[in-house]
């Protein structure tokens, strides 16, 4: 995992209509807490940390320095975007680590190459982008890349294909999909009407099979053969 330097300052106004000016005037509020010590209110300068997340994303050691000299080692456990601006930050929540004690962090899934289904008029689905994984800070991968280029139609790659190092744990379901692709779906749809209509069909031709008729009643004869 990668180490980089920021910078925040100590927060001493709270509520939502505090945090919505400081929003307003370029700041995001967040807070620090972990380690068993208390949380701390802080804020950083929104342009800043937009700058900090597109060089080193959310998955990285912070140096932090709070604005009073000392320095907290941190990662992100928490960013809260708007639901429709996804740009705007609302508030980001950091947790305090220490280097010599295991962390878990959600690793993004980076996928490489162009599967040859694709490339055959299939469709590839990323149902996992990130894994959970369990490990010292400075283990943790930055990032997970898996290789999708072999993938035909029906192929998969599962969470068990992962190769990383013995000393990372992995926290998901070992056959959970990470990426597959599939057939085309206007393709399954013809399918699926063509069956269909066959089974319309083989309905109709049922109904036009003669059926022997019903037995209303019984010869005399017959009733006199039972009486006796």
Avoid: W
Wanted: charged share 30%; proline share 5%; aromatic share 4%.
């Amino acid at each position: 995992m990668l180490q980089a330097k920021l910078e925040a300052q100590q927060r001493n106004t709270f509520g939502k209509q505090s945090a919505r000016e400081l929003r307003k005037e370029g700041g995001v509020p967040a807070v620090l807490y972990g380690r068993a010590q208390g949380t701390l209110a802080i804020q950083l300068n929104a342009r800043i940390f937009k700058q900090f997340l597109r060089t080193y994303g959310e998955n990285v050691i912070i140096n932090m320095e709070v604005g009073n000299g000392d320095t907290e080692t941190v990662i992100i456990k928490e960013i809260q975007r708007h639901p429709v601006e996804k740009h705007t930050l609302i508030h980001a929540d950091f947790i305090r680590i220490s280097l010599e004690e295991p962390v878990t962090s959600a690793v993004p899934v980076v996928l490489e190459g162009s599967p040859v289904g694709v490339q055959e008029g299939g469709v590839l689905d990323f149902p996992l982008r990130q894994v959970m994984l369990h490990c010292l800070p400075m283990r943790m991968p930055t990032d997970i890349p898996v290789d999708v280029s072999h993938l035909d139609i029906g192929d998969a790659v599962h969470v068990s294909d992962l190769s990383l190092d013995d000393d990372v744990e992995i926290l998901e379901d070992l056959e959970r999909t990470i990426a597959m692709v599939s057939q085309p779906r206007v393709q399954l749809e013809e399918e699926t009407t063509e069956a269909e209509d066959g089974e319309g069909e083989i309905e109709a031709d049922a109904e036009e099979q003669p059926t022997e008729p019903e037995i209303i009643s019984r010869r005399r004869g017959d009733d006199d053969d039972d009486d006796e």
